[in-house]
């Protein structure tokens, strides 16, 4: 059964390439769904307990409040004495990277050994990462590992 955690996350980025007005430094109020696959357990009747995934909401709040730009943006370096929340990307920090971002963080703690005893049936299949409303990406299980 699919099993869903959604959480809100209020960011600022700039993609300094763009032709538009993204290269502009500018928030957003994103919206993360990240969905799992597991077994109901006949004692407990559930997947997992919701209240377990306090694991999942620290690594989303990463980007919480955060200031995120490609490590290569000359304003790393000028924000970063006045930005404690600053999460820095290889990439752009576009809807998509942001999605590949919480995946390798995501799969990290599920590679755990604490993490897999307590969920062993838990399986990633998508993450999707709404920038604004109805502009939204979706990493799909086909990618993840
Ligand atoms: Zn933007």
Not at 32 to 61: A, C, P, Q, R, Y
Not at 116 to 135: C, D, R, V
């Amino acid at each position: 059964m699919l099993i869903q955690k959604n959480y809100s996350v209020e960011y600022a980025h700039r993609l300094m390439d763009h032709n538009g007005k993204c290269k502009f430094l500018h928030g957003h109020s994103g919206k993360v769904k990240i969905v799992f696959d597991g077994e109901v357990t006949k004692e407990t009747g559930m997947v997992v307990d919701f209240g377990t995934f306090e694991w999942l909401k620290t690594l989303v709040n990463l980007l919480d409040h955060s200031v995120v730009l490609q490590q290569t943006d000359f304003l790393v370096k000028q924000l970063e004495p006045f930005s404690e929340r600053m999460v820095r990307l290889e990439g752009p920090p576009t809807a998509e990277n942001l999605c590949l971002f919480l995946e390798d963080l995501i799969l990290a703690e599920m590679q755990c050994v604490s993490f897999t005893t307590a969920h062993t049936s838990l399986k990633l299949m998508s993450i999707t990462f709404e920038e604004t409303e109805g502009n939204s990406v979706t990493l799909e299980n086909w990618r993840v590992k």
